[in-house]
């Protein structure tokens, strides 16, 4: 008999992107079971603008400003997902980081004893991903767990 440490914790990365909100519906339809846990985690980058001349009151502010811009984008992102996971019915949490999102996500599956990570994939060729790097390349090959990569439909043509 399955003990209850024993039902699956599902990790779903979740962007903002369509590549994301087409792996969280392939979840929904193909995978849900209601014994699931599920926990969607974003990871947020706050980007500065380090090539801007950082001379005079006027820069700071206006980093000031983009920092904060930044973290209510952030806020209202996480104010959705919530919402998301109400919609769905789902149990489970919202997870939000603050990092890179390739290093976040397998911290967050081994905080939370994830048992699968579902994410979506642009599509990038390997070119393109070998210079840019590529969020569920890094995770499917670092992860310990099993890592499902939904590949959005227009990106199979």
């Known amino acids: 008999m399955a003990s209850k440490e024993s039902k699956p914790i599902v990790l779903i990365c979740m962007d903002g ?86 290093v976040e996500i397998l911290k967050i599956a081994e905080k939370e004893k994830a048992t699968l990570i579902v994410t979506g994939t642009r599509g990038m060729g390997k070119i393109r991903r070998a210079f840019l790097g590529s969020v569920s390349d890094h995770v499917l090959h670092h992860a310990h767990i099993p890592v499902l990569v939904c590949r959005h439909d227009q990106e199979q043509e």
Not at 55 to 81: D, F, H, I
């Open 17 to 102: 992107s369509q590549y994301a909100d087409y792996a969280f519906d392939w979840y929904l339809q193909k995978l849900h079971n209601p014994d699931n846990t599920v926990i969607l985690c974003n990871c947020v980058e706050i980007y500065t603008m380090t090539a801007m001349p950082m001379e005079g009151a006027p820069a700071v502010e206006l980093v000031s400003e983009m920092l904060q811009e930044q973290r209510a984008a952030a806020e209202k992102y996480l104010n959705t997902l919530v919402q998301k996971m109400k919609e769905a019915k789902l149990h489970g949490k919202v997870e939000q980081c603050y990092g890179p999102a390739r």
